[in-house]
C-alpha cells in the first residue's frame, strides 16, 4: 500500500516536471484564429471541415491530401503555447505537392477557416499571428531556394503584407541562407534570426492594420517572448489570408511560378507548433 502511494507520487511528480519544462506558455489574448492540434487530433481529420480548424482543400498539391501532407513528429517537447493539451504537427513538401498549374512552386500552406479573404477578424484591427518552428533533420529544408513559411496575402492575391521566410531570398544574396526572417510588403528585411537545429523557437508578428505596422516578438525554446522589433511602418492594407506551411521557390528563373529548378525525390517538412492569431487590441501579446 505504501510503496503504490509512493509510486503514484513518484510518477505524478516526474509527469508534472515533463511537462514543465515544455509548453508552458499561457495565451493572455482573446483567441481569433486557432491553428493548435489537439493531442486527440487524427491525420485524417485534416481532410474534412467538420473536423478540422483548417481549410482541407487548399493551398496544397492538387492530388495530395493533407493527411498524407501532414506528420505528427516524434518531438517529446511541445511549443510553448501548445501546452499538455496540444502537440506539434509537420508540414511536408514532396515532388506532387504542385498546386493547381503553378509547376515553379511546391507548395503546402494551411489556411484558417473562417479567415475569409475580405472582411476577415484576422485583416483588421490589432492582431498577432502566434507560430513556433522546429527543424526536422529528417527532413532538412534546402537552405539554397527561398521558402516561405508563414505569411499574409492581400485579397487580390497582387502582394504578400508579410513574408516570413528561410532560406536564400531571391534577388537578395546578401541576406544570409541559415536564417528566419521577416520581410516587408516591399520583401525589406525587418528582422532575422539565425535557424537553431535543436530548438523550439517561437515567433509572434503582430500587424496593426489600423496605423500600417509591423512587430516581431521572439524566443528560445520555452522562454517567455521579447519584443524584438519596434513597430515598423508596412502597409498592411488589402484584406487577404494568413497562410501556414510552405511555398518553396524554384531556382535558375525569371518566372518562379510556372517555371525554374526543383530537385526531385523531394521530402522536406518543417515542424509547427503553438499557432494561433489573438486579438492585440490594446497591446496585449501572450508571451
Ligand atoms: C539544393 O538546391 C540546389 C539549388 O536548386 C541544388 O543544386 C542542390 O542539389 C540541392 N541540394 C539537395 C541536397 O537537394
Not at 516526474?14 to 489574448?29: D, H, M, P
Not at 527543424?135 to 531556394?145: E, K, V
Not at 505569411?151 to 541562407?177: C, K, M, R, T, V
Request: charged share 20%; net charge negative.
Amino acid at each position: 500500500m505504501h510503496s503504490a502511494t509512493l509510486f503514484g507520487l513518484l510518477a505524478a511528480a516526474v509527469s508534472v516536471s515533463a511537462r514543465a519544462c515544455s509548453g508552458a506558455g499561457e495565451i493572455k489574448c482573446p483567441i481569433v484564429f486557432d491553428g493548435r492540434v489537439k493531442t486527440t487530433t487524427q491525420l485524417t481529420d485534416f481532410d474534412s471541415y467538420a473536423t478540422s480548424q483548417f481549410n482541407p482543400d487548399y493551398v496544397k498539391g492538387n492530388d495530395l491530401k493533407w493527411s498524407v501532407i501532414i506528420k505528427f513528429p516524434s518531438t517529446r517537447a511541445n511549443a510553448r503555447f501548445d501546452g499538455a493539451t496540444h502537440k506539434p504537427f509537420e508540414v511536408t513538401l514532396n515532388d506532387q505537392s504542385v498546386f493547381q498549374t503553378q509547376y515553379g512552386f511546391r507548395r503546402a500552406g494551411l489556411l484558417f477557416n473562417g479567415d475569409t479573404n475580405e472582411g476577415s477578424p484576422g485583416s483588421a484591427g490589432v492582431k498577432t499571428i502566434h507560430f513556433s518552428l522546429k527543424w526536422d533533420a529528417q527532413r532538412a529544408l534546402n537552405l539554397s531556394h527561398e521558402y516561405l513559411l508563414v505569411w499574409h496575402e492581400a485579397g487580390d492575391y497582387s502582394a504578400n503584407q508579410f513574408n516570413f521566410e528561410a532560406g536564400a531570398i531571391l534577388g537578395q544574396p546578401s541576406l544570409p541562407e541559415d536564417t528566419y526572417k521577416l520581410l516587408d510588403r516591399n520583401n525589406k528585411q525587418i528582422w532575422s534570426t539565425k535557424i537553431l537545429k535543436n530548438h523550439w523557437q517561437n515567433f509572434a508578428v503582430t500587424l496593426d492594420f489600423n496605423q500600417n505596422t509591423l512587430q516581431v516578438h521572439y524566443s528560445k525554446g520555452d522562454k517567455p517572448l521579447k519584443t524584438v522589433t519596434g513597430p515598423v511602418p508596412n502597409n498592411n492594407a488589402g484584406d487577404g489570408q494568413y497562410q501556414m506551411g510552405m511555398l518553396k521557390k524554384p531556382t535558375g528563373t525569371d518566372d518562379v511560378v510556372n517555371s525554374g529548378y526543383q530537385s526531385s525525390n523531394l521530402d522536406e517538412g518543417l515542424i509547427y507548433g503553438s499557432l494561433f492569431v489573438e486579438d492585440s487590441a490594446d497591446g496585449c501579446v501572450s508571451r
